[in-house]
């Protein structure tokens, strides 16, 4: 094992009753187009850990993300922080693919994942030693994660099917977690700007934050993550 864990992360936050701050780091958005320019990723991932984030996502999806393998190991090779992988799985070489690169963690979210394939995927993740996120929008969502016992959800509050278009608001992230069990950590992805955003997922109960758009565009990402880290502290469920 190479030390490095996602769910180190999220049970460290409820310890020190502090969200932990993941960046999603997303070359493009359908929403908001190209967010982060190739030349210039070095330095921005070195700006992500200056600022504090506790651990680095990125989609590898082509398509709609301009995301990839290389991409992913330009990523790992330049931090030792947690990676999570998020992407449209459905086979399990992607998995096999993901141990390759370097990522620790992937997400396999409810309403993407083929059915009848989102336990045979996760129980496979495990066997190669990931960590394994169960991606949630809805309360059907959830209850059919929950129904995996799984150790960690991610709670996105924008719905990933419309390719994150819509209008996402914390307000999912509030409405979801009186259903949660607390013995489950819970990551907020999506819709965050301001420090009040944060401060709401964590007086819900989540443990950390995914914050991508608003950090690509920052003037100054590590101030901005440690603004948004230091103005909340997790409410235990």
Not at 45 to 65: N, Q
Not at 177 to 191: G, I
Not at 216 to 226: E, F, G, N, Q, T
């Amino acid at each position: 094992m190479n030390g490095r864990s996602l769910y180190g992360v999220l049970e460290s936050a409820r310890r020190t009753r502090q969200p932990a701050v993941l960046a999603d780091v997303k070359v493009r958005s359908p929403r908001d187009g190209n967010l982060i320019d190739l030349d210039r990723l070095d330095v921005y991932l070195d700006t992500l850990v200056d600022g504090g984030v506790a651990a680095l996502s990125t989609p590898t999806d082509p398509v709609y993300f301009a995301g990839g393998m290389e991409l992913a190991a330009r990523i790992r090779a330049r931090t030792g922080l947690p990676l999570l992988r998020k992407d449209f799985f459905c086979t399990p070489s992607q998995l096999d693919q993901s141990v390759a690169v370097g990522f620790d963690a992937i997400q396999l979210s409810v309403n993407t994942t083929p059915a009848g394939q989102l336990e045979r995927l996760r129980d496979h993740a495990e066997q190669l030693g990931l960590e394994v996120l169960l991606g949630v929008h809805t309360r059907r969502h959830l209850e059919t994660a929950l129904a995996l016992d799984p150790v960690a959800i991610a709670v996105n509050n924008r719905n990933i099917v419309a390719l994150e278009m819509d209008p996402g608001t914390v307000r999912i992230t509030e409405t979801l977690m009186p259903e949660v069990p607390p013995d489950v950590f819970v990551l907020s992805e999506s819709a965050f700007f301001t420090a009040d955003d944060v401060a709401r997922a964590a007086a819900a109960g989540a443990e950390a934050v995914l914050i991508g758009t608003a950090l690509a565009k920052s003037a100054d990402p590590a101030a901005l993550v440690r603004e948004l880290r230091d103005g909340a502290w997790f409410c235990p469920r």
